[in-house]
């Protein structure tokens, strides 16, 4: 099914078409309707979320995150990764899957909730670490609803690499990421969930500590 126009009434457009890449205005999506259908929340979550990876750092070369491809080929999902990049001299942040041709270019995304930049200048990092977690650490992470900017740019400027999900910040960070993740878990009332926040905050504690051995 082709999402575009599909999901606001009157028939506005979402989409503007250019040879081989859609350009979609993150405004379109911050006010779906109660009843939008799923898969326009879920493309809105995927944009919000690739904005979130570009912003998360500074603009630069394009680079590898941790974000899934949103595709199911054949009803396996696509095991790319989503490629950002945003340029120091132009507006739009241009994205594509490093596996499949999926790719866009997303405009109007300045000042929304997803926009991580902030006025003031990045903390300086403290002896800073890489850390490597399994992708379901990094996915869980994604879902953290209480996070600070400065935790949020952590999460988002995760890098995938082929043997996992590197993480990059000093101690102080990271404890605070820890803080989050354990205090979420702790008011989790969705068992599994729970669950799942308590793995990644053992796999990550782990992670943590062997990295400063
Ligand atoms: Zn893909």
Do not use: K
């Not at 326009?40 to 998360?56: C, E, K, M, Q, S």
Request: aromatic letters at 6%; one cysteine or more; proline letters at 7%.
């Amino acid at each position: 099914m082709s999402l575009r126009g599909a999901f606001f009434p009157g028939g506005r457009r979402n989409w503007i078409q250019f040879p081989g890449v859609y350009v979609s205005d993150l405004r379109r999506f911050l006010d779906l309707p109660e009843d939008a259908p799923a898969p326009a929340r879920n493309l809105a979550d995927h944009f919000g979320n690739i904005v979130r990876a570009a912003t998360a750092g500074g603009p630069g070369p394009a680079w590898v995150s941790a974000l899934p491809c949103r595709r199911r080929p054949g009803r396996s999902r696509c095991p790319g990764r989503i490629v950002v990049l945003r340029s120091e001299l132009r507006a739009q942040i241009e994205w594509g899957c490093d596996s499949c041709d999926d790719e866009g270019v997303i405009s109007g995304w300045e000042g929304t909730q997803f926009d991580l930049r902030t006025p003031r200048p990045i903390r300086h990092l403290g002896a800073a670490g890489e850390v490597l977690v399994p992708d379901e650490v990094a996915a869980a992470l994604r879902t953290l609803t209480l996070l600070d900017l400065d935790c949020q740019r952590l999460v988002y400027r995760a890098t995938a690499l082929d043997e996992g999900v590197a993480l990059l910040a000093d101690q102080e960070q990271f404890d605070e990421l820890l803080g989050h993740l354990a205090a979420e878990a702790n008011h989790e009332p969705n068992r599994r969930r729970q669950q799942r926040l308590d793995r990644s905050l053992a796999v990550l504690s782990s992670a943590l500590r062997e990295a400063g051995a």
